[in-house]
């Protein structure tokens, strides 16, 4: 198993958020993460990160428990977090984003993903390597910055709504990108996702938080047939 969640509880401050969250996910499967505004989303993922510690429960990665991990040392085994809003330099050009985060990123003699790899992925970034990264479309930031979370060697990818705020037909993009890179590198990804019906068209399976607690997980298949749409 790529990434078990067993039973985590997490929350800020006194205030308990997460309650005993477990999930499973294998490499190259895209899991989608729903639920309404405060359902512990982010927390979810933030948690798997370690920017919040959890405060019971375990969290391990290929295996091998992730708790007493500092981020740092998670993203040296694969886990990488595209946060809600755009995580890029907005100063800095895109290829100096791209060179940047290539310089910490690709350290091991192979690389899933190099500069190049990620400029074919989005041949516009190519198009754009000069340009200031503030100054690039919506859509074209969030490649960026997916391809910033891929750059190296990812193993767990933690999206956070990276389509916020696009047009339809990049939304669709987008996700599909997200599906082909998992499917095709054997990476995992957990997707939170607004957009239910795209969320649905990408991912392996879904899980749907309310109030901390996990309320539906199921194919995208079992989630036509049943009380789903409820939770939204
Ligand atoms: N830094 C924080 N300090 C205190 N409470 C927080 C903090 N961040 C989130 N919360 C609270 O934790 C709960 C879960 O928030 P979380 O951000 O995980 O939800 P979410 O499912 O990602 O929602 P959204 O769809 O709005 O992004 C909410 O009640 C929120 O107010
Ligand atoms: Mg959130």
């Given at each position: 198993m790529l990434l078990s969640l067993q039973n985590i509880e997490a929350g800020y401050g006194k205030k308990k958020i997460l309650n005993s969250i477990s999930m499973d996910i294998e490499a190259?499967?895209?899991?989608?993460?729903?639920?309404?505004?405060g359902a512990g989303k982010s927390t979810t993922l933030k948690s798997i990160m370690g920017d919040l510690k959890t405060t019971a429960g375990s969290i391990s990665l290929n295996g091998k428990p992730m708790d007493r991990l500092?981020?740092?040392?998670?993203?040296?085994?694969?886990?990488?977090m595209l946060p809600e809003g755009r995580g890029v330099f907005?100063?800095?050009?895109?290829?100096?984003?791209?060179d940047v985060v290539a310089a910490a990123n690709c350290?091991?003699?192979?690389?899933?993903?190099?500069?190049?790899?990620?400029?074919s992925i989005f041949p516009v970034l190519a198009e754009r390597l000069e340009s200031r990264s503030g100054d690039l479309s919506g859509g074209q930031q969030q490649m960026l910055a997916f391809s910033l979370a891929i750059l190296g060697n990812p193993a767990l990818l933690l999206l956070d709504e990276p389509s916020v705020g696009l047009a339809p037909n990049l939304v669709e993009r987008l996700l599909q990108q997200v599906r082909t890179v998992c499917k095709e590198k054997q990476v995992g990804a957990i997707l939170v996702e607004q957009n239910v019906g795209a969320a649905l068209e990408v991912s392996?399976?879904?899980?749907?938080?309310?109030?901390?607690?996990?309320?539906?997980?199921?194919?995208?298949?079992?989630?036509?047939?049943?009380?789903?749409?409820?939770?939204?």
């Open positions: 190259g499967q895209v899991v989608a993460l729903l639920g309404h505004n500092s981020t740092t040392q998670r993203v040296k085994q694969g886990v990488r907005a100063d800095l050009s895109v290829g100096e984003n791209i350290t091991h003699a192979t690389s899933l993903f190099t500069r190049d790899d990620v400029l392996d399976y879904i899980v749907v938080l309310n109030a901390g607690e996990i309320v539906f997980r199921g194919t995208p298949e079992d989630a036509r047939g049943t009380d789903f749409w409820e939770y939204f």
